[in-house]
């Protein structure tokens, strides 16, 4: 059975949703260990959930991006599943769009592949945290804290013991963890 990780940039306050300027993707690095590791992820990944917030954001910006990173050329060539209720033309390649995402999951998690690995994607990441349906959580926490915001975690969804995989400082300057639920 596939993994489901959920990849998730974090404030240090523990907010997952971008209110403020703390997360620029113009800025990933060529080389250290947070390229390297994005290298080793990606190369384990071969599917990509996202919601349709998260989706149209990565598709305005990506294709064509000028990046010396590779995630263009990656995200372009990698399956790409978007949760939404409206959207129906994906306009980008290798993109299939799905309305429920506890069902396209259960079914992908049963074919050959690699990780399933969803970003961004608030609502979708707690609808299958409701679900049971996440394996593996990582976590890239950027130095700023924005005091509100979202988290990972809905309130009616904790849970429990998380089990840590990982654990480090990357290229002396971002915290990186990663755990097992369950």
């Known amino acids: 059975m596939r993994s489901v990780v959920i ?4 404030t240090a306050d523990g907010s997952i949703e971008m209110l403020d300027d703390w997360f620029d993707p113009s ?11 994005n290298q080793e992820q990606d190369g384990a990944c071969d599917l990509v959930l996202l919601g349709r917030c998260t989706f149209e954001d990565f598709r305005g910006y990506w294709p064509g991006a000028d990046d010396a990173a590779g995630i263009s050329d990656y995200l372009e060539s990698v399956d790409k599943v978007v949760v939404s209720r409206t959207l129906t033309e994906p306009g980008w390649q290798n993109t299939t769009v799905v309305r429920d995402p506890l069902t396209a999951v259960r079914e992908l998690r049963e074919r050959d592949g690699g990780e399933i690995v969803i970003t961004g994607s608030i609502s979708v990441c707690h609808a299958l945290l409701r679900a049971g349906l996440v394996d593996e959580i990582r976590f890239y926490e950027y130095p700023w804290a924005q005091g509100r915001g979202r988290r990972l975690f809905p309130a009616d969804c904790a849970p429990g013991r998380l089990t840590l995989l990982e654990s480090r400082l990357l ?6 963890r990663s755990y097992r639920i369950g």
Do not use: K
């Open 7 to 10: 990849t998730q940039n974090i």
């Open 27 to 37: 800025g990933m690095p060529e080389t250290g260990e947070l390229f390297e590791l």
């Open 171 to 176: 290229d002396g300057i971002m915290p990186y």
